[in-house]
């Protein structure tokens, strides 16, 4: 399975932009870049995802590499409630996967400052 | 929200006992997961299902067992507790296909004295 590296835990101010990267360098041509994000004592939720071209929404941005193996995850403004854990997951084309299920890294843990 | 419950939210039991956890969707979705999420493992998949009645292994799946006999049901049996299995329980539904979002459940935490 395709792996993710990402940092550990980063640091932001309230109201300000948070960039978060993942490095994938062994991504296929088929893989989807997801992005998830987990708030405490909750079940992850879905934020964004792409598979070569830069997307909006109205949670995040996601900035792809041209080579793909990086991306960024964009929160435009950090509030406190954006204060969780960010996970990067590829999800194997052209099913997901044998199993379509998401494979979890420990992901960044994102803390916001007021 | 995606419709997705699960039940019990919570449950302490004692080793040995047979446990069943619960997850309903009112979504239609084909594929549906279950998680355990224990400290410094993040998620690991148990079992999932691809239809009613297709189930298959994932990574953790030793010590339990599922069933999925409607669409919007799929459970998760723990035959036998045990201390190793206390643990929080996710499930998620999904479409077929990478670009599609998995949706998770809120989570049952169990205690297993």
């Known amino acids: 399975d395709a792996k993710t590296t990402q940092p550990n835990s980063m640091e932001s101010n309230e109201e300000e932009p948070v960039h978060l990267p993942c490095n994938h360098s062994?991504?296929?041509?088929?893989?989807?870049i997801h992005w998830y994000r987990q708030l405490p004592s909750q079940g992850p939720e879905y934020v964004i995802h792409?598979?070569?071209s830069n997307v909006n929404n109205r949670m995040a941005s996601l900035a792809i590499a041209e080579d793909r193996k990086s991306s960024t995850l964009i929160l435009h403004r950090a509030t406190l409630r954006d204060a969780a854990v960010y996970y990067c997951?590829?999800?194997?084309?052209?099913?997901?996967?044998?199993?379509?299920?998401?494979?979890f890294g420990k992901g960044t843990k994102l803390s916001v400052k007021p | 929200d995606a419709g997705i419950t699960q039940s019990p939210r919570h449950k302490v039991t004692e080793t040995g006992t047979p446990v069943t956890l619960r997850c309903h969707q009112t979504?239609?979705?084909?594929?549906m997961y279950w998680y355990r999420q224990d400290p410094g493992h993040g998620l690991r998949l148990i079992h999932y299902s691809y239809g009613v009645k297709d189930t298959d292994k994932g990574e953790v799946s030793d010590g339990y067992s599922v069933s999925r006999s409607k669409t919007e049901d799929f459970l998760l049996t723990l035959e036998s507790a045990t201390s190793s299995q206390t643990s929080v329980y996710f499930c998620?539904?999904?479409?077929?296909?990478?670009?599609?979002?998995?949706?998770f459940g809120p989570g049952t935490r169990l205690t297993v004295l």
């Open positions: 998620a539904i999904s479409g077929a296909g990478p670009a599609n979002t998995q949706y």
């Open positions: 997951i590829l999800r194997e084309g052209p099913y997901g996967g044998s199993q379509g299920n998401l494979i």
């Open positions: 792409g598979l070569t």
């Open positions: 979504e239609n979705h084909r594929y």
């Open positions: 062994t991504i296929s041509g088929t893989d989807y």
